[in-house]
């Protein structure tokens, strides 16, 4: 397995918050990598369904107890906490504007957030209430072993398209998606919507990718690509379309239902943000 070069960084922006006990129903939040998986939950991570925003009767679990010692992965996600918003700070910039850090917060079990109280069922997400990315590291080994996309670029995509989401909502996009899924005539026409925000959020971890790509070739820098990086971002792109989860779950492949867009699109995508390194040219919705 081929893992991506990168140096230990410090940052208050990454928050190792403690497990809570039960089983919540996540909430609706702001977009993730996954999304249909909190639909699948029972079949592909033996977890609980999901729910709207009123779902829990406003009874929330707080976080329990503190975090366990601090692991390499751990020190990873610590590192693109912060490496992969740098690179967004460098892209608002030229434009006038200044981008506002996220948070990243890696919990286990369940968490309380800005949308309400999610479990580790509902995969990495980001919460547009708080302006905060929650993940439980453990669906790293679900993608792993379960969608067979191993590696530390593999993992590097997923939290690059959680920040991605944060990106749109600094931009308003998300605020602009949501607003047109209200408006919808129809349930496959909010998705059709809600696919495009995806595809944006999966364009731009392929700017991080790129940035990472240029970055590689400069003598000492903090991160740089091994061979092989790009394939595991890929194919951790691919694992998650919406037409393999519902294969892999025994169900009809309907396009209709999809809400993060199919495989090869996640993938296109992907590669187009790493391949032109110019988020105008993540522009889904037109």
């Known amino acids: 397995m081929v893992s991506v070069r ?3 960084t ?3 922006r990454y928050k190792r918050r403690g497990g809570a006990g039960g089983m919540a129903l996540p909430i609706g939040a702001g977009g993730g990598v996954i999304g249909i998986i909190v639909l699948l939950a029972t079949v ?40 992969i918003q740098a690179v967004w700070v460098d ?11 996220t948070t990243v917060n890696s919990f286990t079990g369940q968490v309380s957030t800005g949308c309400g109280a999610a479990s580790s069922a509902v995969g990495p997400f980001y919460c547009p209430a708080d302006r905060q990315v929650y993940l439980d590291l453990g669906f790293f080994d679900e993608l792993a072993n379960r969608f067979d996309a191993p590696g530390d670029f593999a993992q590097a995509y997923v939290v690059a398209h959680e920040i991605g989401h944060h990106v749109q909502n600094l931009e308003g996009t998300s ?9 919808a005539s129809s349930e496959a026409e909010a998705n059709e919507w809600s696919v495009k925000l995806e595809l944006q959020a999966d364009c731009y971890a392929g700017i991080w990718a790129h940035s990472v790509d240029v970055r590689s070739t400069q003598e000492g820098s903090d991160v740089a690509l091994d061979p092989g990086d790009i394939e595991e971002g890929m194919a951790a ?6 037409d393999r989860i519902q294969s892999q779950a025994g169900m009809d492949v309907r396009p209709e239902t999809w809400t993060h867009g199919s495989s090869e699109q996640r993938r296109d995508w992907f590669m187009r943000g790493y391949e032109s390194g110019d988020p105008a040219r993540c522009d889904t919705f037109s």
Do not use: K
Not at 237 to 242: N, P
């Open 175 to 183: 605020a602009e998606v949501r607003a047109r899924e209200q408006a």
């Open 6 to 8: 990168w140096r230990r």
């Open 10 to 12: 410090e940052s208050s």
């Open 237 to 242: 792109a691919e694992a998650v379309g919406d």
């Open 91 to 101: 892209q608002f910039a030229p434009q006038g504007g200044q981008y506002e850090y």
């Open 44 to 83: 592909l991570l033996g977890g609980g369904g999901g729910g709207g925003a009123g779902g829990l009767g406003g009874v929330l679990q707080e976080d329990l107890g503190a975090p366990g010692p601090e692991t390499e992965q751990d020190e990873f996600v610590e590192f693109l906490t912060e490496d």
